[in-house]
Antibody, heavy 120, light 106 residues
Framework: QVQLQESGPGLVKPSETLSLTCTVS????????WSWIRQPPGKGLEWVAY???????KYNPSLKSRVTISLDTSKNLFSLKLSSVTAADTAVYYC??????????????WGQGTLVTVSS | SYELTQPLSVSVALGQTARITCGGN??????VHWYQQKPGQAPVLVIY???NRPSGIPERFSGSNSGNTATLTITRAQAGDEADYYC?????????FGGGTKLTVL
């Protein structure tokens, strides 16, 4: 079955750029909408961005100026970059698949999540 | 921006019915999705588009949406249902989550 796996550094220094990758296995990335969602320790969920295999993207307005989402269909993965990070960006970052057609449905498949800590 | 309001906590006796609400302005006009999250685990979709259950989710989980409130109902609550529950909608192509509700099974 389709699985998602996040990877990337667990520690990022303040003001630097956070970079994460989500590898899609057991299925093709060439369909569905793919998102990043984060959860600060002990807090709720916050959607960050999505991308469609065509390259169409959408960002959370509160993060838009610092976020870039991209995908590599040849490697079946998509990525997140968040620039100028602060301690407030410390969170578990999840990649997830939306079951519908972009901005309509729930997220039916999630990665296990990866904790990223922003600290010097 | 659109806001979703959930109670911080809900308690239910073992075997009884739990109801978790999600409030939003005219939320009935939106599709509401619900997630269950247990400690240290990723969220799991339990209800999509107001009242649909994904494959593998027990029939004990159901959802409704009317007026300004969507509701997740869990009948015959079990100890294994103890978790955080989040509602989610889309607004202007942006996913919005409620603050989450901690369900305690007594």
């Amino acid at each position: 079955q389709v699985q998602l796996q996040e990877s990337g550094p667990g520690l990022v220094k303040p003001s630097e750029t956070l970079s994460l990758t989500c590898t899609v296995s057991g299925g093709s990335i060439n369909s569905y909408y793919w998102s990043w969602i984060r959860q600060p320790p002990g807090k709720g969920l916050e959607w960050v961005a999505y991308i469609f295999y065509s390259g169409s993207t959408k960002y959370n307005p509160s993060l838009k100026s610092r976020v870039t989402i991209s995908l590599d269909t040849s490697k079946n993965l998509f990525s997140l970059k968040l620039s100028s990070v602060t301690a407030a960006d410390t969170a578990v970052y999840y990649c997830a698949r939306e079951m519908g057609s972009g901005g309509t449905d729930g997220f039916d498949l999630w990665g296990q999540g990866t904790l990223v800590t922003v600290s010097s | 921006s659109y806001e979703l309001t959930q109670p911080l906590s809900v308690s239910v006796a073992l075997g009884q019915t739990a109801r978790i609400t999600c409030g939003g302005n005219n939320i009935r006009a939106k599709n509401v999705h619900w997630y269950q999250q247990k400690p240290g685990q990723a969220p799991v979709l339990v209800i999509y588009r107001d009242s649909n259950r994904p494959s593998g989710i027990p029939e004990r989980f159901s959802g409704s949406n009317s007026g300004n409130t969507a509701t997740l109902t869990i009948t015959r609550a079990q100890a294994g249902d103890e978790a955080d529950y989040y509602c989610q909608v889309w607004d202007s192509s942006t996913a919005v989550f409620g603050g989450g509700t901690k369900l305690t099974v007594l």
